[in-house]
Structure formats: C-alpha cells, structure tokens
C-alpha cells in the first residue's frame, strides 16, 4: 500500500522544511523508511481514511493535551520546591504560561472544523512548541545538578507516538528532536559524575524511541487496514447490489431495479407536482431479427440500442429492460408535450443505430408508448399501464411510431 504520485506529503514537507539542502535524496529517503514501517493506502483512501477517523483523533488528541496541562499546573508546584522563590522562578513560569497558552489555543482550534492537513499541522506545531518550552526549562531554569525529571519526559515522548494520532513523520519528528534536545542538555549542561544515571539516560530515551516507533507504526498500520477491509467489504456489497438491479446484457436496469427507481421518483413527483413521463418501447419485429439473422444479431442490436439510449439520456432519468425486446424510459421533470418530441427524435435515430455499432448490428425500428403521470395515478404502475396500452397503439397503427396517452 504504498503512496502513488510524487508529491510530497504532509510530513515530507515538513522535512523539506528542516532541511532544505538534497531534499531529492532526503525525500525519498523518508518514504522509503515511511513504507518500510507505516505503508499508506493510495493518495484518495488514504484521503478518505484520515477523514473518517479525523474526529475520534482530534478528541483524543484534546484529552492528551488536557492531561498535559494538569501535568504543567502540577509542575508549577516543583518551580516553588526546586527554585525556591529564587529569581529563575518568575521565568519557570512565564515558560509554563506559555506552554499553557499554546496547548489552551491548540485545544480550541481542533474544537472547530479542520481537515486532516490543519490537524496535522497544528499538532506538529503544539509538540514542537510543548517540547521548546520544557527543554528550555530543563536546560537553564533548573540547577544543573537538577536530573530528576526524565521520568516525566518519557512519558512525553511515548504520548507524541502512540496517543496522538497523525502521519508517521507527524509523530516522529517532534520525538526525535526532543530526544536530541535532551541528549545535548544532559551531556553539554547537566553535571553527572555517576556512569550508571548515563547508562540509564541513554538508555531509556533509545527504549522508549524504539517502542514508540515500533507500536505506534504496528497500531496506525492495523488501522488502515481495517479502513482498508471495510473499504472493500462496502464495494463489494455496492457491486452486489448493483449486479441485482442490471440486466447482464444490455447494462440497463433490470424489471425490478427500474421499478424500484421509478417508485421512488413518482414519490418526488407526488411531493413537488412535477411532471413525470414515462416510455415503453418495443424493438419492432424483433423475433424476425433472430430468424433471420440469428440470436447474437439480436442481442446486438438490443446492446446496441441500450447503450444509445444509456449514452444521451439524464443522470436522473431511469432505463430499464423491462422484457425480451421491452424496454421503459422514465423522464422526471418533463411533461407530455416534451416526452413526446424526445420519443419522435429517438425513433428517428434507431433507424440510423446500425450503421455507427460495432460489430455491425441489424437495422432495426422502434415502437414508443409514452404517457405522463396524472393527479389520479396512486402507484407509477398506473403511469406504466397506460404507456403500454400507448405502446400497443403504436404497434397496431403500423409500428415504427410514437403513440401518446393523454389521460387517464
């Protein structure tokens, strides 16, 4: 499932932005090692997978930074305890203050709309301004004898890659950059003169680096998958659905689609009073196709002239196979007088069908009933009866004509 296109994606621009020298090589870099770990879907499921889930991410994401602002209230506390009222204490908290503005605004914007792209933004940004902050703290307002906070800081980290959901480099960045951030405070300010709290430093940032990756990756990869499966089980149950209301041959709507369609559109119609019209049409002589020419004539020319009628006619117009040779065309929003201009010119353009098909299809007419709907019709039943007794006229009157049924 890896990205299509070469457009870089959210968290590649942010690492275009980083490091702008070589960003060919960078680029393909960060997708290889992205596909490697955390494949996406391709650019529109991905598009839609991100939309489903944005609403549950974005509540769990105000939830973490909630967390996190109870933990800064609490930390104020410690200001007091380490700093002892001394003059780094109104700096602390003017840092706490705003860490907590940030995450307060950060809280209220995902309260709002946003697509995935502002959330991924705007999270990226929170944690780079949370991070900033608490390493500023850490690297010149405590002593630097001061190591009693990592505790705290890996937990910080582990939230950056499993909590909050958002793309791979999203999560990855801020985590490793606060994690390179500490690993210069600790080695370049801080004074440890005890190997085994170094060993236990380097040691718990790279574990809680890698388990957060590792999880992380293994968690968002099985939640596109599930998008991915759920995806495929609903087009699959449209194509199912789909197939059950075609005719196989000819691509149009089968007798029980067709009138599960013109049902619904005579309720419209029954709502709004807007005209509706209705043709059923009859390829004339058709037994005499398959006499003559043989049965795969026959199913050409009505392939044939399913697929004119399937070309010209309105999205929301319906066309149904409603038998052998028997098809039914339902107009909405068109009244008698029109319908039966529209059936003249199809008629017209049959007779010409078998010159433009491939392979060749027999020439062939077409007889047309047409009838629209009446303030009297209770079911669109009514509507079909009386275009078919029009239809019968037409046959009767010499076939290759269009009959109208005026009334009830």
């Known amino acids: ?48 997978y991100r939309t489903r889930y944005l609403h549950s991410d974005a509540l769990i994401a105000k939830l973490l930074a909630a967390f996190w602002v109870a933990i800064n209230l609490f930390f104020v506390y410690v200001d007091f305890l380490v700093l002892d009222g001394g003059p780094l204490l109104p700096q602390s908290l003017a840092v706490r203050g705003i860490l907590l503005v940030a995450i ?4 209220v914007r995902l309260g709002r709309s946003v697509s995935p792209a502002q959330y ?32 705290v800081d890996i937990l910080l980290i582990m939230s950056i890659y499993v909590v909050v959901p958002g793309t791979f480099w999203n999560r990855v960045i801020p985590a490793l950059l ?23 430093f380097v040691a718990s940032f790279l574990i809680v ?68 019209s209705l043709f059923v049409i009859d390829i004339d002589h058709f037994k005499a196709i398959n006499d003559t020419f043989g049965h795969h004539a026959g199913d050409d020319a009505l392939k044939t002239f399913s697929a004119h009628i399937l ?7 319906s066309f149904g196979r409603t038998g052998g040779e028997e098809f039914a065309l339902l107009l909405p929003r068109t009244d008698g007088e029109k319908a039966v201009t529209i059936a003249e010119r199809l008629r017209g353009q049959c007779g010409r069908l078998f010159e433009q098909s491939t392979p060749p299809a027999p020439a062939f007419t077409v007889s047309i009933g047409v009838a629209q709907a009446q303030p009297g019709d209770k079911t669109v039943y009514d ?11 037409a046959k009767n009157g010499g076939r290759n004509q269009v009959s109208f049924s005026a009334g009830q």
């Open 1 to 48: 499932m890896p990205v299509k296109g070469n457009m870089p994606v959210e968290g590649e621009k942010i690492l275009l932005l980083l490091t702008p020298g070589d960003d060919c090589k960078l680029l393909a870099l960060a997708r290889k090692i992205e596909n490697r770990l955390e494949p996406r879907l391709d650019e529109r499921l991905e598009r839609a």
């Open 104 to 107: 307060t605004a950060y809280v």
């Open 120 to 151: 991924d933004r705007l999270t990226f940004l929170m944690w780079l301004v949370a991070a900033a902050c608490i390493l500023f703290l850490q690297a010149f307002l405590r002593p630097p004898t001061y190591i009693n906070y990592y505790t």
């Open 178 to 200: 606060y994690t390179a951030g500490h690993f210069a405070i600790f080695f370049l300010i801080k004074i440890v003169d005890q190997p085994a709290i170094v060993l236990i």
């Open 209 to 276: 680096n890698i388990i957060g990756l590792y999880f992380s990756a293994r968690y968002y990869t099985s939640r596109r998958r599930e998008y991915l499966g759920r995806h495929q089980d609903a087009v699959t149950r449209d194509k199912l659905a789909e197939l059950a209301t075609r005719d196989e041959l000819t691509g149009a709507l089968n007798r029980r689609g067709f009138f599960r369609r013109a049902e619904e559109e005579f309720a419209v119609r029954a709502l709004d009073d807007s005209p509706l």
């Open 311 to 317: 070309d010209i006619i309105r999205e929301r117009d």
């Open 383 to 393: 509507l079909y009866r009386r275009a078919d007794k029009a239809l019968y006229q």
